[in-house]
């Protein structure tokens, strides 16, 4: 059974960090390139990062020089480690493959606010 986890998540003053995880069961991640997004309320669901299989990676204009993307294909397990969090952050956190996307899961809730 295809499971996606993601965990981490929380509420943290501006300016804060956070690390998120995503682990999968049921599929591989090595050898596909990963990704986190996120959707704030009322809004369409939106790239934040991804990461080649070499470990290459891209993140979006937004979150650039804040946010670092990481896996480790031997746990199946990718990370976004998040800095200097700002309110527009708040959305519940998604990871999956950038192509050929497996079912979502159920995400995790970040809310920067003081």
């Known amino acids: 059974q295809v499971q996606l986890v993601e965990s981490g998540g929380g509420l943290v003053q501006p300016g804060g960090s956070l690390r998120l995880s995503c682990v999968g069961s049921?599929?591989?991640?090595?050898?596909?390139?990963m990704g986190w997004y996120r959707q704030a309320p009322g809004k369409e669901r939106e790239f934040v990062a991804r990461v080649l299989r070499g470990g290459t990676t891209y993140y979006a204009n937004s979150v650039k020089d804040r946010f670092t993307i990481s896996r480790d294909d031997t746990i199946n397990t990718v990370y976004l480690q998040m800095n200097s969090l700002k309110p527009d952050d708040t959305a519940v956190y998604y990871c999956n493959a950038v192509v050929g996307s497996w079912p979502w899961g159920r995400g995790t809730q970040v809310t920067v606010s003081s």
């Open positions: 049921g599929v591989n991640f090595s050898g596909r390139v």
